[in-house]
């Protein structure tokens, strides 16, 4: 089980590979350098502050075949963008690759030279302080202003830090700020919290405490988090004992008992929207269902209009394109099997599950077909899928982790 006592010796090291990996995961808007830098920083500062890492710089096994396909994807992309004159998808998932490459070098460092346990300490960590991002930025201002210094430019012009509930979902200490991108590593990390519990590498204080605070910013930044809490219960109850399984169905009761009361009850639920504005937009599907529109919202109702049905050589080899003429989703659809369809065709999606179907095998059967099933849920969502970097670099980290525990228990036997 891990430990949470640092000395001071340790304390140092412990800070500066924070920083590293801070710098990895959450992809820090560096102005002097510019967008998608945060990565490239990382890995200078790891060669600076570790410079014995390298020798540790390996490619396990199981890493050959998702690198294989990464790699193949990668040409694929390399031709289509060739043919198309669109470089955009090219440039977007080179920085994806990168991303993956680094966080698997500097886990693979980190859990080689200080142990898993070490690397479970700086995961948690990292991912509990970004979870107080919001509830800093609502308190203080200083606060606000270090946020948009580390936050890239809006695409469009907007103004989110003027936006009321707009800007507490973009109130995270990172280079995306926070919605859709934020909200899928942070509500992915809420299953490989709970891989740490299963495994008793933490306890269920521990595990209960920081799962709430990352569940909460991770319902802030996006409300389709909550399919990685519910995946996260769905691996508690299929790996805990009895105990486990009457403690989490009795959680789950708590739960289903406050969803009742703010279904059944439209003065309580029009209480909390009409006093507090982000609760009119966390509860907007609940209120929809009250006046008689069925569980919808304003972003599933324009998420229903993505799917289309391509001319069939799109779905065979794609277009080509990643982004219109005028900067915006080629096709007008930003869900993730779609955007893949339009550039580069059904080889382009085979790829993508192929990928998390090979970088997850040495995860436990039943846990690897919740992720699986969590991912290619939210990939439904946005281009999540060899697309997001802060999720693909949280996923390609933890395997690593996995791998290393496999060959702990190889060398113990």
Known sequence: MACFSLDKANFARFFLALVVLWLVFFDLYISFIGAGASVVFALILMSLLFPSSFRFFRIDKAFMAPGVIAFAMYFYILNRSIFSGDYSYLVSFTKVLLTIAVSIHITNFLVKK????????????????????????????SFKDLVMAVQA????????????????????FSGAGGFFGMSTVMGFFLLVLTFFYIAKRINFSLYAFVFSFVCAAALIAGRSSIVFVVASMAVLLFYKGFIGKVVIFCFL????????????NEGFT????????????????????QMGEGVSSVSTNVWSEMWVVPELKTVLWGDGFYTSAEGLYYGGSDVGYMRQIFFGGLPM??????????????????????????????????????????????????????????ENNSNES
């Open 114 to 141: 200080y142990g898993p346990d070490f690397y479970v300490k700086l995961l948690i960590l990292a991912f509990l302080l970004q979870s107080l991002s919001p509830w800093l930025y609502l308190f203080f201002d």
């Open 270 to 289: 029009n209480h909390l929207a009409d006093n507090f504005v982000f609760m009119r937009w966390m509860l907007e599907p609940i209120l929809n269902l």
């Open 349 to 406: 999606v085979v790829m993508s599950i192929l990928f998390v179907l090979y970088i997850t095998a040495e995860y436990p059967f039943f846990y690897r077909l919740i992720i699986m099933l969590a991912l290619l849920t939210m990939h439904a969502k946005g281009n999540v899928i060899l697309g997001a970097p802060m999720t693909m670099a949280l996923l390609s980290s933890f395997s690593v982790y996995v791998v290393s525990l496999r």
């Open 153 to 172: 430019p809006d695409v469009l012009g907007r103004d989110i830090h003027g936006r009321g509930t707009m800007a507490l979902r973009k109130s995270f």
């Open 253 to 264: 009761s708590f739960l289903s008992a406050i969803s009742s009361l703010l279904i059944l």
